[in-house]
């Protein structure tokens, strides 16, 4: 499995994960570029629950071996400020108020394809590291 064919499996695992614990989904693979330059930013879902919007970084990792990084330490301060720019650009597009109460979140999946299983750690309302 390649790793778009990877990320492309983890997504669809973490949307029925949050589909089951009562989110509704409301856009998914939003990307934009920054008015700072021609860098480009995505969000992997956008989901919510109640009254808090979810920008949902999804972070899917091949293996079992527990010396590798784990999916969600790829999630660094430099991502979660592109992620920051990514939400406040989506929520000015859907024309919802920046004081809307929104979070970010981290869905950290790690794939054992022998056993064909996957290990899901949610992260809800992550800060900046």
Known sequence: ???IELGNLGERIALNY?????????????????????QRG?????AKKGDVVSFVEVKTLSGNN??????EEKVDFLKQRKII??????LMGKK???DTKWQIDVIAIRINSNLK????????????A
Do not use: C, H
């Open 117 to 128: 299983r996957a290990k899901i750690n949610y992260f809800s309302n992550i800060s900046i």
């Open 66 to 71: 527990k010396f590798t990084i784990s999916p």
């Open 42 to 46: 995505e969000i992997d879902i956008v």
């Open 18 to 38: 949050l589909k089951k614990k009562g989110y509704q989904i409301l856009d998914k693979n939003y990307s934009s570029s920054f008015l700072s330059g021609p």
């Open 1 to 3: 499995m390649n790793s």
């Open 96 to 98: 919802i108020p920046l």
């Open 85 to 90: 720019k990514m939400a406040e650009s989506w």
